[in-house]
């Protein structure tokens, strides 16, 4: 492992990231604010959603307008089974994982024969269409959403999810693990197809990639991570319901995204962090916090563009000057 | 399932398909020549609906308060164009989305606030409130009729301004080739707020002739916003006659679909369950249609030449 990174400003800043989750549930009791534990396991969530999106629209260049839709997913799979007494992550989750691979991969089929606006736009649609359906069924709660009774059982000793910290450090291990695998992920030939296909996807087809089931293969695989994240959700909310996929956090996750840094590995999680704890903040001031909010996701677009990592990454020498 | 019920439901729809044009016709044409993507657009509805009732109630009159909305609704595209959405041109199509994004909360928050959750809304005068009876015995709404006439009208001015002007001509040709316009030496500028403040009046036209039905609330812009994308989606993106005959298709599947499905499930499966399955696939329809549409042609019913 190089650790010549950790001295540069993005290697500090992002190492105060992990540690910051890392050591949350004993920060938070010290400072006297011990829903701040609960508010990181949330932002740990939502990251790991915003990890999937940064895969496909970071580096894949594909906006996707719907992508709170597979968070939504995830989280009924394990609301529908436990609304019918199955309790068993060994079929929740498996089945979450499945159903957002599954619908992953007809959206995404459908979309991706298209391009730029409209791409955006069939993306949002298809999520509303979901939104729609999960309103429209009364069986499993319309509007109101479903409560679940027991979260996921894994039938192992001493592993609990009602547990507190387990929940907390279960959800910090999976969004670990989904930054690994984005790191490994776009560094491997995979990646480089997809990344080479944003870049110009005409060429690729001229030097004879196929880039259509490269970047399905992606958004397949980004739906995966984002159910893994409704399903996450469900337990730690111990609730789902239509909301969690409705078109305003779809957007809320690109604006996530954009915040962090676009295109980096780490910058969902940065993006993530500063955004709920600004609209906790805000929303602690105001009811009206989307007032300020609004503006200021303007003025970011506007002015700030490449997020914090691309504002830190400024202060490091190019590798030309390092030589 | 009775013929008169079949074609009070058709007019319903029609008449959504009337609103739907009304805001697409306008987004398909700032997509089509600026290449931005407005999320802003079913803000732009909302502005209509909100300004008119408060006209109308000052006034004291329903004509006079509508038309008055008008001016005041290219004064607020014109400003938003002026202010932020200008900017946005020359950038990705990302920036645009969340930069438009950023505008929905805010005028969503600033409306909730200045006119609180239960919103506003416009009575009608009493010489609109009947129904009129057409042969066969079916009765409509005469306000409803009102809307789809007035909407046929405006749409049959933004074709004749369209096809027939030569300001129309330059529209057509932004949206086919507007690097091609620019270069033969038109004010691509002017154009561009032109066609903006076009779109704007032409949404709050919308937003205002449907508020008497529908009443006026924050975040009333959203829902038609996404049901305009889709039909923008299906006609072809920059084409106004697609926006047209998508719009009314998409209004008509959606409420006969609303109406009819259950009946229809009903024929096929038992009660519970038809009951379960109807609102569910209703609500599905357009996006399926949506769906088919787009897997035999990818660019839309009528994309424009040489996009």
Redesign the interface.
């Given at each position: 492992m190089n650790l010549e990174i950790l001295k540069t400003p993005r290697g500090i800043y992002n190492s105060l990231l992990i540690l910051l989750c890392i050591f949350m549930p004993w920060i938070a009791p010290a400072i006297g604010q011990d829903f701040f534990t609960d508010v990181f396991g949330r932002i740990m969530i939502v990251a790991i959603a915003a990890i999937s999106l940064n895969l496909i629209?970071g580096f894949g260049g594909m906006?996707s307008?719907g992508h709170a839709v597979f968070v939504g997913i995830g989280g009924y799979a394990v609301g529908i089974f436990a609304s019918h007494g199955i309790e068993s992550a060994y079929i929740q989750w498996p089945v979450g994982l499945l159903m957002s691979g599954l619908f992953a991969l007809i959206i995404g089929a459908?979309s991706l024969?298209?391009r730029?606006?409209?791409f955006?736009?069939?993306t949002?649609?298809?999520a509303?269409?979901i939104y729609?359906?999960s309103?429209?069924?009364?069986?499993y709660g319309s509007d109101d959403g479903l409560t679940i009774d027991a979260r996921s059982d894994f039938g192992i000793p001493f592993y609990d999810l009602n547990d507190a910290l387990t929940m907390y450090f279960t959800v910090f291990v999976l969004m670990v693990a989904c930054l690994l695998i984005t790191r490994k992920m776009v560094n491997s030939r995979f990646g480089r197809v997809i990344r080479a296909a944003k870049s110009n996807d005409e060429r690729m087809h001229t030097i004879g990639y196929p880039t259509y089931g490269y970047k399905l293969t992606a958004f397949v695989i980004a739906g995966m991570m984002c159910g893994l994240s409704g399903l996450l959700s469900a337990n730690f909310e111990d609730f789902v319901s239509p909301d969690m996929m409705f078109?305003?956090f779809s957007?809320e996750l690109?604006?996530i995204v954009?915040l962090g840094g676009?295109g980096t590995i780490m910058g969902p999680l940065g993006g993530a962090i500063i955004f709920l704890l600004l609209s906790e903040v805000l929303s602690n001031i105001t009811n009206?916090w989307?007032?300020i909010?609004?503006?200021?996701?303007?003025l970011?677009?506007?002015f700030a563009?490449g997020g914090v990592e691309g504002f830190l990454a400024k202060f490091e020498k190019s590798p030309e000057a390092k030589s | 399932m009775n013929y008169t019920l079949l074609a009070e439901q058709f007019f319903n729809g029609f008449q959504l398909g009337i609103i739907l044009f009304l805001v697409a016709a306008g987004l398909t044409l700032i997509?089509g020549i600026m290449?931005l993507?407005n999320l802003a657009h079913g803000t732009l509805y909302m502005f209509g609906a909100f300004f008119a009732s408060t006209l109308v109630a000052v006034t004291d009159s329903l004509v006079l308060g509508m038309i008055l909305a008008l001016p005041v609704m290219l004064a607020a595209g014109l400003l938003l164009e002026f202010s932020?959405l200008r900017?946005l041109y020359e950038?990705n199509?990302?920036?645009q989305?969340?930069?438009t994004?950023?505008?929905?909360?805010?005028?969503?928050?600033?409306f909730?606030?200045v006119w609180g959750p239960e919103g506003t809304g416009i009575n009608l005068p009493p010489y609109l409130t009947g129904t009129i009876t057409l042969p066969g015995g079916i009765t409509v709404p005469e306000y409803r009729m009102v809307i789809i006439a007035s909407g046929l009208l405006v749409a049959l001015l933004l074709y004749v301004l369209v096809s027939k002007t030569r300001v129309g001509m330059l529209i057509r040709a932004g949206a086919s080739n507007r690097e091609m316009v620019g270069a033969l030496g038109i004010n691509i500028k002017l154009l561009f707020t032109l066609v903006f403040g076009l779109g704007a009046v032409l949404a709050g036209f919308a937003g205002m002739i449907i508020t008497p039905i529908t009443q006026a609330d924050s975040g009333m812009g959203?829902s038609i916003l996404?049901l305009a994308?889709?039909v923008?989606?299906i006609g072809g993106?920059g084409s106004i006659k697609g926006a047209f005959i998508a719009a009314i298709l998409t209004g008509l599947i959606d409420t006969m679909g609303r109406s009819f499905i259950d009946v229809a499930l009903l024929q096929i499966m038992d009660t519970v369950a038809a009951e379960?399955a109807g609102?569910?696939i209703s609500?599905?329809m357009i996006?399926?249609l949506?769906?088919i549409i787009?897997?035999i042609k990818?660019?839309g019913l009528f994309p424009p030449k040489g996009a």
């Open positions: 629209m906006i307008f459908i024969r298209t730029g606006v409209y955006i736009m069939i949002l649609a298809f509303q269409m729609f359906l309103v429209s069924i009364e069986k078109w305003t957007g690109i604006f954009v676009m009206s989307h007032l909010f609004g503006p200021f996701l303007i970011v677009v506007l563009r | 997509f290449d993507v932020i900017t950038r199509h990302l920036d989305v969340l930069a994004f950023g505008l929905i909360l805010f005028f969503n928050e600033l909730l606030i959203e996404i994308f889709v923008i989606v993106i379960t609102p569910a609500s599905m996006y399926i949506m769906a787009l897997a990818p660019s």
